[in-house]
C-alpha cells in the first residue's frame, strides 16, 4: 500500500541545479529514514543521500558539497537539492523509505549535458 512518488527530474547544463522531490503515502506513521539512491547507464545502483527521522544526513562522497537532502513538513517527504550538477550525476534517480522494510519509487530521470 505503500506508493513513492518522485518529481523534478530532467535536463540540465553541467553546472546548473535541479531539485527532486518525493512524497510517500500509504499506511506508514513516520519512516525512520528516507533517501535518494541512483543508477546510471551501466552502473550499479549507489547510495546518494538519507536523512534520519532524527536529521542525520549522510551523503555519498561525489556528491558532498554539492547536494542536500532534507525532509518537508508534511509527513514522509524528502527533498534533493543538486547543485553544481555534472556529467556524472547522470541517471535514474529513487526515493527509498525505510519503514519494517525497504520501500521504492519508480525514479526520475536526471540528465546532465556540456
Known amino acids: 500500500q505503500v506508493q513513492l512518488v518522485e518529481s523534478g527530474g530532467g535536463l540540465a547544463q553541467a553546472g546548473g541545479s535541479l531539485r527532486l522531490s518525493c512524497a510517500a503515502s500509504?499506511?506508514?506513521?513516520?519512516?525512520?529514514?528516507m533517501g535518494w539512491y541512483r543508477q546510471a547507464p551501466g552502473k550499479q545502483r549507489e547510495l546518494v543521500a538519507t536523512?534520519?527521522?532524527?536529521?542525520?544526513?549522510n551523503y555519498v562522497d561525489s556528491v558532498k558539497g554539492r547536494f542536500t537532502i532534507s525532509r518537508g513538513n508534511a509527513k514522509n517527504t524528502v527533498y534533493l537539492q543538486m547543485n553544481s550538477l555534472k556529467l556524472e550525476d547522470t541517471g535514474v534517480y529513487y526515493c527509498?523509505?525505510?519503514?519494517?522494510?525497504?520501500?521504492w519509487g519508480k525514479g526520475t530521470l536526471v540528465t546532465v549535458s556540456s
Open positions: 536523512i534520519t527521522i532524527s536529521g542525520r544526513t
Open positions: 527509498n523509505l525505510e519503514y519494517g522494510r525497504d520501500y
Open positions: 500509504g499506511l506508514i506513521f513516520s519512516a525512520n529514514a
